[in-house]
């Protein structure tokens, strides 16, 4: 059957998100007012449902931090694969310059030098600077002026001018202007020349480039894949608000749950791929607020489906949300959340390439889009709905349905209850990871406890609605028009 094409147009397909999540808060009501048995269980489903997945993703949160232990143990500078191909290997590891400090980007810098690489002069670091950015420039120059005659990593800025046709104020314009000037300088090999790209603000550990190294050559099909980075906001955090810890240290959760599950796993923030691959995928795109996430869709039918996300144990370490103030951190986190949620944009990209592309199963084409769709669709309304479920029969039920009336609410309480007391279990494992990355005080202990107790309220504003706002503009047609970069303040 051939779809008209209205049905395959950004009109159409910008509404679906928005349209989902009013359908899905409305189904219950319908249901109890159709059918009240079957309404309740409905609610039944959905809490338990909620229930599960919280405690799934402790599990694997668990699995996937003690696997992080012990990779992060093994010495791979005498692997075979390390000895033999990884000399071969090339690094281009990509920092786009904005509006961030010198002294930032100078840590940047150093972390990417002072690592136990043995071949360190297979490294190049490459400055993509914006040339719109006032100061920016004048600090990529200083970069190269003080590191590239002291240091074996070869340090390359590529200035990117503004207003190219076809681009818009985006990352992915920036970044791929850098490789794509690079590439005129020198000949590569497509298929061992390993491009990351990490945000300013990230200091990687000293085992980053083995393991990434590793991980690359001794993947089977290792060109048809991403490898994902595992983040850790710990830079700043000492001098960072409860809610932007929280949020930091739940991306960092939602990372390490999300590796134990390579089907739906997606690239986030730093990230690397071969330079066949990229160019596979026509680099990033241009005009894309959030080019990690649609990285993947590009390069996933570059490849017709044939392509997957690769964990890689390699931490990150990163800036949690900070600014001047108390009110500029909750704007600039709110600003950012609702970056990464202006994701579900993917749905206009993603199901007409589906449509298109007869070289993927269906079964994988339905499983996929039902997947983004659901993601984006419980991002926003979730935990609304969870939290506001139990109380639609109190307002629709008669008298002899009373008893099932205040059970509900109850049993809801009950789980909500349950689960917040088991946020002991998050609080320890953010405890032993921020240890072994920053500087635990005593207070800390019983201050990182306590802040967990806030993640109710934290889900139902700070997290949820931005993601409405991401849905309601693409609804109304008032779509993000640049990439709204997060402040980074000086190190002292």
Known sequence: MKLHPYFLSQAFLSKLPI????????????????????????????????????????????????TLLRTNKKDYSDYPVILSDAKHLIHIVIVPIYSEPYDV????????IANDYPYKENIVVLLATEERWPGAMQNAHRIVADFSGTSPVRIVNVVHPPNIPGEGKVKGSNITYAIRRY??????????????????DTLVEPNFFLITSYVFLSTEHNQNAIYQYTPVYANNWHKGTF????IAMGTTFWQLSESQNPEFYRNFAVYGQSLYCLKQSNFWSLTSIVEDWFQYWRSYFAFDGMFRIVNVPAVCRMDIVEEETFLKTIRSQYKQLRRWSWGCTDIEFVIPQFVQNSKIPTFEKVKKTIYLIFNHLFWAGGAFMLFFIGYIPGILSSVHESIITLTIPLITSFLFTWIFATIIFPSIISI??????????????????????LIPVLTLTLFSLPA??????????KRLGTFETTQKMKRN
């Open 105 to 112: 980007i100078k840590e940047n810098i150093e972390s990417i």
């Open 468 to 477: 409405i706002e991401s849905q309601l503009r693409l609804f109304f047609g």
């Open 19 to 66: 349209v989902f999540l009013c359908i899905i808060f409305f189904v219950p009501i319908i249901l109890l007012s159709v059918n009240y048995q079957l309404g309740i269980l409905f609610i039944a489903f959905y809490i338990s449902y909620w229930t599960i997945k919280v405690f799934e993703s402790y599990y694997y949160v668990l699995t996937s931090y003690i």
């Open 432 to 453: 032993l990871i921020m240890k072994k990355y920053t500087t635990f005080r005593k207070r800390d202990y019983i201050f990182n406890i306590f802040q967990w107790a």
């Open 243 to 246: 809610f932007a810890r929280l």
């Open 183 to 200: 590439m005129e300088t020198i000949e590569l090999d497509d298929r061992m020349t390993f491009v990351s790209t990490i945000d300013t």
